[in-house]
């Protein structure tokens, strides 16, 4: 990505995993209008969880809303494939994932569609940002949104590495109590609460997922921390998970298998 200089015209892409029909996505397309052009493009119902999953066993279907949003049957990451390759004539020059109704914090980001959509934006050659507010209500959405284009601002002028993106957090304060900003590493969660099985009104069972497990690895350094110290939480997350360190030491009894 080329660096930008200040008020040129940028090609911004949005996605969300909460649904176009979320405040957050609204809240960003709002803030972000300033910098250039923006198109929103996400599923047409909340989900939340979807991760990198693709739809692979119906086609996708894309519909055009009254407020210029596009919706798609499909997941987060079928949102920002389908924008790229077949709506969008121009390429977007950075993708924007949310802002997301809730952390995506420690291990949050396995499971979370917000950041798939963004590791999507990358995959496809684009510098990329999972944006989320550390809660379900709406009330500090608006201090998301600042952080959002304040990010995006400075990632024009300081391109990202071509195999990151960037993930973060915003605590659900107001924006002038946040306390600053601060690179940090992905904390952990213990693991979360056993499922829950119940009966439906026909007396079958069904079963829920429980609640996120608590944290775990939450010290000075981690997303956790910076979050709970009312700061903004920003994390370079590697779309390579190759556990490098460890090639070595599988290679010593991988080599011994005889085939």
């Given at each position: 990505?080329?660096?930008?200089?200040?008020?040129?015209?940028?090609?911004?892409?949005?996605?969300?995993?909460?649904?176009?029909?979320?405040?957050?996505?609204?809240?960003?397309?709002?803030?972000?209008?300033?910098?250039?052009?923006?198109?929103?493009?996400?599923?047409?119902?909340?989900?939340s969880g979807a991760s990198s999953a693709l739809t692979l066993s119906n086609p996708l279907?894309?519909?055009?809303?009254?407020?210029?949003?596009?919706?798609?049957?499909?997941?987060?990451?079928?949102?920002?494939?389908?924008?790229?390759?077949?709506?969008?004539?121009?390429?977007?020059?950075?993708?924007v994932a949310g802002v997301n109704h809730g952390a995506n914090l420690g291990d949050d980001?396995?499971?979370?569609?917000?950041?798939?959509?963004?590791?999507?934006?990358?995959?496809?050659?684009?510098?990329?940002?999972?944006?989320?507010?550390?809660?379900?209500?709406?009330?500090?959405?608006?201090?998301?949104?600042?952080?959002?284009?304040?990010?995006?601002?400075?990632?024009?002028?300081?391109?990202?590495?071509?195999?990151?993106?960037?993930?973060?957090?915003?605590?659900?304060?107001?924006?002038?109590?946040?306390?600053?900003?601060?690179?940090?590493?992905?904390?952990?969660?213990?693991?979360?609460?056993?499922?829950?099985?119940?009966?439906?009104?026909?007396?079958?069972?069904?079963?829920?997922?429980?609640?996120?497990?608590?944290?775990?690895?939450?010290?000075?350094?981690?997303?956790?921390?910076?979050?709970?110290?009312?700061?903004?939480?920003?994390?370079?997350?590697?779309?390579?998970?190759?556990?490098?360190?460890?090639?070595?030491?599988?290679?010593?009894?991988?080599?011994?298998?005889?085939?």
């Open positions: 990505m080329r660096e930008y200089k200040r008020g040129e015209f940028v090609n911004i892409l949005i996605s969300n995993d909460d649904g176009v029909h979320a405040p957050g996505i609204e809240a960003l397309y709002e803030a972000l209008l300033p910098l250039g052009k923006v198109t929103v493009v996400a599923p047409d119902r909340n989900l279907r894309l519909q055009h809303h009254k407020n210029g949003f596009y919706s798609v049957n499909g997941t987060p990451t079928d949102c920002v494939h389908l924008a790229i390759n077949q709506l969008l004539e121009v390429p977007p020059d950075i993708v980001t396995f499971y979370s569609g917000t950041v798939a959509a963004a590791a999507e934006g990358r995959h496809l050659g684009l510098p990329a940002v999972a944006m989320s507010l550390t809660s379900r209500q709406e009330d500090n959405m608006p201090t998301a949104a600042k952080v959002a284009r304040r990010v995006v601002e400075h990632i024009m002028q300081h391109p990202i590495p071509s195999d990151q993106i960037l993930n973060v957090n915003v605590p659900d304060i107001a924006y002038d109590e946040i306390q600053g900003f601060e690179v940090t590493r992905l904390g952990r969660r213990h693991k979360a609460e056993m499922m829950q099985k119940q009966k439906d009104p026909w007396g079958r069972d069904i079963y829920w997922y429980g609640t996120l497990g608590k944290e775990l690895d939450a010290g000075a350094g981690t997303d956790f921390f910076a979050i709970n110290n009312n700061r903004v939480s920003i994390t370079p997350l590697h779309i390579d998970m190759t556990a490098y360190n460890s090639l070595e030491t599988v290679g010593n009894w991988v080599e011994k298998i005889e085939v």
